[in-house]
């Protein structure tokens, strides 16, 4: 592990959480870093001693825009700014124009967030939406498989795959390169809610064929809540319609005076007023830090983490229910325990140990981030109780 990770990890001036807590639910809502909460308190000074006047903050928004792109493998025309991972999944359920019996394909076990939109075009469109169920594979662990995806997709009135690259409950990551190229081969749309994997996790668009993608920044990137990004593949921007138009989306935004109904074409045609600026600055700062890290290191760290994590807890008798192969493991670790009751511990280990995890469809769920050290995982380990 090189220097820039290495000085990072376990560093309570960079990450104060560790002062006070054993947190591994990032796969929730993170702690802000040092630099992201430096950022609000110097957003607030400025704006208290001075307004908007000589600040640089949509300079710096601009900034962001292209440290965004750069994470995911885009163009910065193709990125948006968004209040949360819903509101982009919004924008492409909203922005397609949808024919009678259209199909759209996702899995039983989705984030409500990647549901409910599609919902409604059931409701108003006369279109189906299509569930693929999870399954215990070979090992016992649970999964969609990604067979059975394509095979679903492979109906021709599919017209859209929505998918999260992770799944929030069992971890199960997709093999979204296998998925996007079947995609794309078959005149199918492929969006994905990637807020578990942005900031933890390589993510190429491009190189995963990946027609759309929303993600909130208070979960992997380290961000606050309310400020996310949101991609649209350029040959999608002007075929999508903004669910929201305000004053923001158009070409000549600035000249108030002259009103141009011409929306922009770049993704900015997505962003329909002003931004939460406090917020996006906290998310620049937080994305600088991942970016001084790398992600790459961060993502073998992870690795290395949930690795320990999960042989520690098998030793001790609980059951994984994660799956851990090349393309499946994720950031999310997701165990449970036949013999104790697990609302009842998360309770305790938050209360008592200053531990926090979570409970996810009936499953604890620990989410550890680069930052996080070995000795945090052996205390999480021993404080739960023994079989």
Not at 8 to 18: T, Y
Request: hydrophobic share 40%; with cysteine; glycine share 6%.
């Amino acid at each position: 592990m090189f220097g820039e990770i290495r000085q990072l990890i376990g560093n309570s001036e960079a990450f104060p959480v560790l002062k006070n807590w054993t947190f591994f639910n990032h796969a929730g809502v993170c702690p802000l870093p040092a630099a992201a909460a430096d950022a609000f308190r110097k957003y607030a000074g400025q704006a208290e001693e001075r307004a908007y006047l000589f600040t640089g903050w949509y300079q710096d928004i601009e900034k962001l825009r292209h440290i965004a792109a750069e994470l995911i493998g885009a163009h910065r025309d193709e990125i948006a700014f968004i209040k949360n991972t819903s509101e982009g999944l919004s924008i492409v359920a909203n922005g397609i124009d949808w024919q009678w019996g259209d199909r759209i394909v996702t899995t039983a076990v989705e984030y409500p967030a990647n549901v409910y939109p599609w919902m409604e075009q059931v409701r108003n469109r006369g279109v189906k939406l299509v569930t693929v169920p999870e399954i215990d594979d070979e090992n016992g662990r649970r999964c969609v498989p990604v067979d059975r995806i394509l095979q679903e997709a492979a109906d021709e009135r599919t017209r859209i795959v929505s998918l999260s690259h992770v799944e929030y409950a069992s971890g199960q990551r997709h093999d979204l390169t296998k998925i996007g190229e079947f995609c794309r081969a078959n005149n199918k749309l492929f969006c994905v809610d990637a807020i578990q994997t942005v900031g933890a996790l390589p993510v190429d668009v491009k190189a995963m064929k990946i027609d759309y993608l929303s993600a909130d920044g208070h979960k992997w990137m380290l961000g606050p809540e309310g400020a996310g990004i949101f991609y649209c593949r350029k040959e999608l921007i002007e075929r999508t319609r903004p669910i929201m138009v305000g004053w923001m989306n158009v070409v000549d935004a600035q000249n108030y005076g002259d009103i141009n109904y011409t929306l922009r074409s770049d993704a900015q045609r997505f962003e329909c007023g002003t931004y939460n600026v406090p917020g996006l600055l906290s998310l620049k700062a937080a994305l600088e830090l991942i970016q001084t890290a790398r992600l790459g290191h961060v993502a073998q760290r992870i690795r290395e983490l949930t690795d320990l994590m999960i042989e520690m807890l098998s030793k001790k008798g609980y059951q994984i229910v994660s799956p851990r192969d090349k393309w499946q493991w994720s950031g999310i670790v997701s165990f449970t325990s036949p013999r104790h009751e697990h609302k009842r511990l998360v309770a305790e280990l938050r209360k008592e140990k200053k531990i926090e995890i979570a409970l996810r469809e009936g499953r604890l769920r620990a989410s550890p981030h680069f930052y996080n050290t070995e000795d945090q995982v052996a205390r999480l380990v021993e404080a739960l109780p023994a079989h």
